[in-house]
């Protein structure tokens, strides 16, 4: 082969060859160069195409960048939190959409669903997300600042990127907990991410995550649990507090999404999902959990929007499923109302009763988690 290569070069480019001696040297070295290059080459595809447990490749190279953002910075990180003092325990990452002046909401859940940090053999970790203040803050909104700042001190567990935290801009909200799981927190096993009025039952969701792994190696279904939504269709009224123009979003349905009330995803996913985000920076659509688990799903694909359905896996998610009864904990609510949500992912009603209610839902299922633990052991 070698020899058929310098007569084919030697045919083309004879008149302009040095002399032959000098020739057979150069093409060695060449011919030596390549096939080395190639060896090499080939060894990092086939490593790249071998996905990584804690690969952090995927984002330090756009770290100052959040969908549309250039100048995206961390303003409060704790970078060690995912730090694990047993190699061997699995990681949840809790991700915990929160505004700044939830103040209420967020010691509700460190001191109800929040304050397990293992179960099994899996540790805990939850982290909630908050942008900066308006550029020009109202009187109010000075007092939360400094607020903010003693409350990070004493828990260590907010993260706060450099946009301003409002309504509509939850979208960069959704994806900074992404790009916060991928950076420092990228051996994580599966993650979560809720609302600051929720009520989790940790014990159960890792349960679920427990029985679903094995079952899920098997199938390629978007690795989520969640409450689906399928064939909603965007307000167009204005003044609606989702009203969505046909600028925005001209389909008549959105694709099919998971309620971001709650739900819990793969790393794989995150990943997935995250590496799309600079193609999708140019149309974000501010209702996040339609844009990050509805459109950006489907760009992972490379299919058209609309079709064909994703299947998203929520297989005993049900807001009915009530395994104790919770009526105790929430007399406080108009039960008429509201009856179906009761169970594993509970709605709070932010206000006087919030903190008691989750404080009480946690100590029934702690309490009933004891019980049948001691009724096993006895
Ligand atoms: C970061 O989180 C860890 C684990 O929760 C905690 O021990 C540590 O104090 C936190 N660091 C800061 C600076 O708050
Ligand atoms: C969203 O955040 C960006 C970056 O901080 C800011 O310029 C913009 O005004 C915010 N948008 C809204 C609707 O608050
Ligand atoms: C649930 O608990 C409440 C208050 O203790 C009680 O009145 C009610 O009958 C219970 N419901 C069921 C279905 O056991």
Known sequence: MRIKLLRKLTLRYGAHLPSNWYWKQISEMLLLTLVVTTIVVTLKLLLHGVPLRSTKSLVPSEDSKLLDLHNFKWIANNASICELNDNSAK????????????FVERRAIR?????LTSYLDWSIRVIFLLGEEEPIPKPHQQQVKSDIETELVNNGDLVMGNFVDTYRNLSYK?????????EYCSHADFVWKVDDDMFIDTLTIIDWRATELERKKKTKLIDMYCPVIAGSKPQREDGLKWSISKDVWPFDTYPTYCSGVAYGISMDWIRKIYSVTSHAAQKILWIDDVYVTGILPHLVYKQTLELPVLKFTWPHFTFDYNPY????????RDTKKDTRNFGVIVRLLRGTFLERESRCLWNRRWGFEVNSINSLIM
């Open 91 to 102: 990681l949840l990452v809790i991700l915990v959409h929160t505004a700044r002046d939830h």
């Open 111 to 115: 001191e109800s669903w929040g304050s």
């Open 174 to 182: 959704h994806i900074m907990g992404y790009k916060w799981v991928l």
């Open 325 to 332: 009864n919770t009526t105790f904990c929430l007399e406080n």
